[in-house]
């Protein structure tokens, strides 16, 4: 059989912190790592604790990657694993990475290079020896970075900004939106990605009874984006980004109540993998 026209592998789920324990283990408890293969297209989406994972699957391939890393934001969950994202340091490799909201602040390679200098990690980029580009656009703006691949952005409501991103392949479309607060004020941004999506990954990590504690802090509940996926008619939605404190059991519960709210709804965990 043919391999599937896209692919979506999740490698982290969790905000904030890596969580990883025997109460974390069904759903995992690395941070936020998405990988969408679009054929033999490598994307990734956000470099949390995951990618560490995701970059040593990808040595066992046994060949030299032209893989794009694109950035919902700069938060420190989201960018911690780059610097053990082993095709870093092996030549023959080619790494993009993008980022939307960086250009104001200095750009996506001055935020990483402070990520990896003294005294926060003891190598830099000059240690780097794959081929290194860094990509700073506006969120709003289409970017087609491989042939046949089309993404769509637009910025998101979070503290320092975020972007999200829409993946469309050979009429498939993979909608990464996460680090969002779906305040319930009209986004017609964040629709328009949304709006058809087969696969609709959204941060949904807290629960409409925690929002009053956490107005503000850029993140949304489960509910919130159930009625999302509703709205905008997704085929599939990905609850993701999961609070660290969310145990498995908790989980279980979540899983239960937006499955019976939207039918079909799924739960990320670290290794599920969505063939479309």
């Given at each position: 059989?043919?391999?599937?026209?896209?692919?979506?592998?999740?490698?982290?789920?969790?905000?904030?912190?890596?969580?990883?324990?025997?109460?974390?283990?069904?759903?995992?408890?690395?941070?936020?790592?998405?990988?969408?293969?679009?054929?033999?297209?490598?994307?990734?989406?956000?470099?949390?604790?995951?990618?560490?994972?995701?970059?040593?699957?990808?040595?066992?391939?046994?060949?030299?990657?032209?893989?794009?890393?694109?950035?919902?934001?700069?938060?420190?969950?989201?960018?911690?694993?780059?610097?053990?994202?082993?095709?870093?340091?092996?030549?023959?490799?080619?790494?993009?990475?993008?980022?939307?909201?960086?250009?104001?602040?200095?750009?996506?390679?001055?935020?990483?290079?402070?990520?990896?200098?003294?005294?926060?990690?003891?190598?830099?980029?000059?240690?780097?020896?794959?081929?290194?580009?860094?990509?700073?656009?506006?969120?709003?703006?289409?970017?087609?970075?491989?042939?046949?691949?089309?993404?769509?952005?637009?910025?998101?409501?979070?503290?320092?900004?975020?972007?999200?991103?829409?993946?469309?392949?050979?009429?498939?479309?993979?909608?990464?939106?996460?680090?969002?607060?779906?305040?319930?004020?009209?986004?017609?941004?964040?629709f328009a990605l949304a709006k058809d999506a087969s696969v609709l990954i959204v941060d949904a990590t807290y629960t409409d009874d925690e929002l009053p504690s956490h107005a503000g802090w850029g993140h949304s509940s489960w509910q919130q984006t159930v009625r999302l996926a509703k709205d905008?008619?997704?085929?599939?939605?990905?609850?993701?980004?999961?609070?660290?404190?969310?145990?498995?059991?908790?989980?279980?519960?979540?899983?239960?109540?937006?499955?019976?709210?939207?039918?079909?709804?799924?739960?990320?965990?670290?290794?599920?993998?969505?063939?479309?």
């Amino acid at each position: 059989m043919p391999p599937p026209s896209m692919s979506v592998r999740f490698w982290g789920v969790r905000g904030s912190v890596p969580c990883p324990g025997p109460n974390t283990l069904r759903y995992g408890g690395q941070t936020s790592c998405v990988e969408v293969r679009c054929g033999d297209q490598i994307l990734i989406f956000d470099a949390g604790s995951g990618i560490h994972q995701l970059g040593s699957a990808l040595q066992k391939e046994r060949k030299a990657q032209d893989v794009d890393i694109f950035f919902s934001h700069c938060h420190i969950d989201h960018v911690i694993g780059l610097p053990f994202f082993s095709p870093l340091f092996e030549s023959g490799h080619r790494l993009r990475m993008f980022c939307g909201h960086m250009k104001p602040h200095g750009g996506l390679k001055g935020a990483l290079t402070k990520l990896m200098s003294f005294p926060l990690f003891p190598v830099g980029f000059e240690m780097a020896k794959a081929n290194l580009e860094f990509v700073d656009f506006e969120a709003g703006e289409t970017l087609t970075p491989r042939p046949g691949i089309t993404i769509r952005t637009t910025p998101l409501i979070h503290p320092g900004g975020a972007t999200g991103y829409r993946v469309e392949y050979q009429g498939h479309s993979v909608v990464y939106l996460t680090d969002l607060e779906l305040d319930g004020k009209a986004n017609p941004g964040v629709f328009a990605l949304a709006k058809d999506a087969s696969v609709l990954i959204v941060d949904a990590t807290y629960t409409d009874d925690e929002l009053p504690s956490h107005a503000g802090w850029g993140h949304s509940s489960w509910q919130q984006t159930v009625r999302l996926a509703k709205d905008a008619k997704a085929k599939t939605l990905c609850l993701f980004h999961h609070d660290p404190d969310h145990d498995d059991a908790f989980m279980d519960r979540v899983a239960a109540a937006s499955a019976a709210a939207l039918p079909g709804t799924v739960v990320a965990k670290d290794g599920l993998i969505i063939r479309l």
